[in-house]
């Protein structure tokens, strides 16, 4: 093949361009036949996996530049396959019903319910998925439906159905066989996702549930409600947290079938403004449009989005395998490699004050000190305002820059323990080994201009303390000695976060580009998308809002505390039974975060530039101007400073946070408070940021 600087040039030899695009069937047959991958396809056209999935699905299309590359791409194989233009295809009403099958998790089947297609005045904006819900007639209706008052629910790609339930039972029952509604497994070995129905005011209403919840504290109806009682009359059965906001009816499985169907009530607060924004208010048929997209993209919601990211965890790495009985040639459930496989008691350092082995250890109210609980969190830190140099104290603006999808950049490639802790005395430090170490790095000296490594508050560490491996890794890394006195560590391990960091990144990223926001960009070009991409598209701004919110909902889930107003301290609680339940996983993480924070601020350092507060994924420096342009070192051909702080879209690069006026910043350091906590304007705690 000839050699070309042009990148789908590289992949064609010669060809006749059009504009045209054939239907998106014939794009994946052409690719295929061609012999490509659709990560072949678009790195060739600067683009994700997922982007030409979607077009390949017909979920989305190619816009401008890129549309004509794609279709100079597929021309150019059709000549060399000796290929004919397809025919197109006139438009359609929604598909006729499939064939009579009894799905799984469902009644008999049903006639298919009337169903009618909803007149849109702009072209539906479809999104990419694993493997479309077309090509399964179990869940030809999408993966769930938003139901109103009138009994109209709205599925996916503007489908609306008619249900006509009136109260909970015969809602379980239509959902699980007339609607058609669920999605497939994420994983050959994982379970398919229930159908979800989204229930607005008048729908809870016309069900029988009431508007409000009374009981604030339980958030969930008594168990006399009439509600309840119809469920459990019909012989359905409710989760052990009761019909709350988010709320599961079941019945064991048959066969295995399962029969369960999720429920949100919005009235509830099912989604949460903190992480969705104002998706609540959305009318029906955007919000079906906008969850649809989100459980494409992530996975069909199952709770708050702290709920969905650790729940998408299971759904791509799941527990267990079916494998073939050597002795009775039957097929049995046997543990899958990689996985989170059954629960494990956390190490002593790592388990929380509640837990059990600490309330039986410690006595009540006792502080337990850095030797012995293990505290890897997020920085929250800032520069003793006495340390300011004159330079800076004559500059105009505090600039803060946020990190994208820190948490998730983190989880990228990282080993993590998948098993047991194992004691051992005076081990030898192995980097390659996850668990947590106890060490003294009270030796290490740190520029007091920047925050200490080993610690969330950046102070220097007054004795031995325990740190997972990420954090004793990098004290190795700036070229210090270490000497464990003890350590818990896991000689199972493998990166099984790196599936999860895959779907969120290009769930991230597809929505991303859709408000405007790709790869590619200039600096100056980026800075001014992200200024107005939010307020393009509000709904697509919730579906990013929610994106960003399971990624650090679902790490912290990993270390989920108890709940509810029945729990006593010492006694064990539900999650310490789920193999997800990973403080260890969770500690990784986090220290990686702060390190990869460092390392960063360290290069810029070399560079004579210091931050005067850092939150989390966000650093504030001083500056000149109000823009990062006006601070952002460079090198003296004027490009990024390697190994620094870099701006662009792509997790791990950095965006603008906010800018103030540097005594506004200077105040707030004299007064013991963080800047990066305010520096857009508001609470990036309280704003989920």
């Known amino acids: 093949m000839a050699s070309t600087s042009d990148p789908v040039d590289a992949l064609l030899e010669s060809g006749p361009r059009r504009t045209r695009l054939p239907e998106p069937a014939e794009r994946a047959r052409l690719r295929t036949e061609y012999g490509l991958t659709q990560a072949e396809v678009a790195a060739a056209l600067d683009v994700t996996r997922t982007t030409v999935a979607g077009w390949e699905a017909g979920r989305s299309e190619p816009q401008g530049a890129t549309r004509s590359a794609y279709a100079r791409l597929l021309d150019g194989i059709a000549a060399q396959l000796g290929s004919v233009e397809p025919t197109r295809t006139p438009e359609l009403g929604p598909a006729p019903a499939a064939p009579a099958s009894t799905p799984p998790a469902a009644a008999p089947p049903a006639p298919a319910p009337t169903a009618r297609v909803r007149p849109t005045t702009a072209p539906a904006r479809r999104g990419p998925e694993p493997e479309p819900t077309a090509s399964d007639p179990r869940f030809a209706h999408g993966p769930l439906a938003v139901l109103d008052g009138d009994g109209t629910a709205y599925c996916a790609d503007g489908l609306v159905l008619s249900c006509p339930a009136t109260d909970v039972p015969s809602l379980v029952t239509w959902a699980l066989s007339e609607a058609r ?135 791509l790495r799941p527990p267990t395998r079916a494998v073939r009985d050597q002795a009775t040639g039957a097929w049995v459930s046997a543990p899958n490699p990689g996985a989170l496989t059954e629960p494990v008691d956390p190490a002593p350092p790592e388990a929380p004050d509640e837990h059990p082995a600490v309330a039986s250890r410690f006595a009540r109210g006792h502080r337990r000190t850095p030797g012995e609980v293990l505290d890897e969190e997020a920085f929250d830190w800032i520069r003793d305002p006495q340390l300011l140099a004159d330079d800076e104290c004559g500059r105009r603006f505090a600039v803060g820059i946020d990190v994208n999808m820190a948490f998730a950049a983190a989880a990228n490639r990282l080993n993590v323990g998948l098993g047991a802790a194992v004691h051992v005395r005076a081990p030898q430090f192995d980097k390659a080994l996850p668990g947590s170490w106890l060490v003294d790095l009270s030796h290490v000296d740190v520029d007091p201009r920047l925050p200490n490594p080993f610690t969330p508050d950046g102070a220097r560490p007054e004795g031995p303390a325990w740190y997972a491996t990420p954090t004793v890794a990098y004290a190795v890394e700036l070229g210090h000695e270490v000497r464990p006195v003890e350590a818990y560590v896991r000689p199972e391990h493998g990166a099984y976060l790196d599936a999860w960091y895959g779907r969120l990144r290009d769930a991230y990223m597809t929505t991303m580009a859709e408000l405007g926001v790709v790869p590619g960009m200039s600096e100056a070009e980026f800075l001014t998308a992200m200024e107005h991409h939010k307020a393009a598209d509000p709904a697509r701004a919730a579906l990013l809002s929610a994106v960003k919110a399971t990624v650090k909902g679902g790490i912290g889930k990993l270390r989920e505390r108890p709940q509810g107003a029945g729990y006593r301290p010492g006694e064990r609680w539900p999650a310490l039974d789920r193999p997800t339940w990973r403080p260890d996983i969770r500690a990784a993480v986090i220290a990686t975060a702060r390190v990869n924070m460092h390392r960063k601020m360290v290069r810029f350092a070399a560079a004579g530039l210091f931050p005067v507060a850092v939150l989390s994924d966000c650093a504030v420096y001083l500056s000149d101007g109000p823009s990062p342009l006006d601070f952002l070192p460079r090198t003296p051909d004027g490009k990024p400073l390697p190994g620094g702080f870099r701006l662009g879209v792509s997790p791990g690069m950095v965006k603008h946070e906010g800018t103030q006026p540097l005594l506004w910043a200077v105040e707030l350091l004299e007064d013991g408070h963080n800047p990066a906590r305010h520096i857009k304007g508001g609470d990036a705690a309280l704003d989920g940021e």
């Open 181 to 315: 509604l669920g999605a497939p497994r994420l994983h050959r070995n994982g379970k398919d996702s229930d159908p979800l129905i989204v229930l607005t005011a008048p729908a809870a209403e016309r069900l029988g549930l009431p508007t409000r919840l009374e009981d604030r504290r339980a958030l969930r109806l008594p168990a006399d409600h009439t509600v309840v009682r119809q469920i459990t009359r019909a012989k359905w059965q409710l989760t052990r947290r009761g019909f709350g906001p988010w709320a599961r009816v079941y019945r064991p499985a048959q066969d295995g079938r399962r029969q369960c169907v999720q429920l949100a009530v919005l009235p509830w607060g099912a989604l949460d403004s903190r992480s969705w924004g104002d998706a609540e208010r959305l009318p029906p048929p955007e919000l079906a449009e906008l969850l649809t997209e989100y459980a494409r993209r992530v996975l069909t919601p199952r709770g708050s989005t702290a709920v969905t990211g650790l729940e998408l965890m299971t759904a």
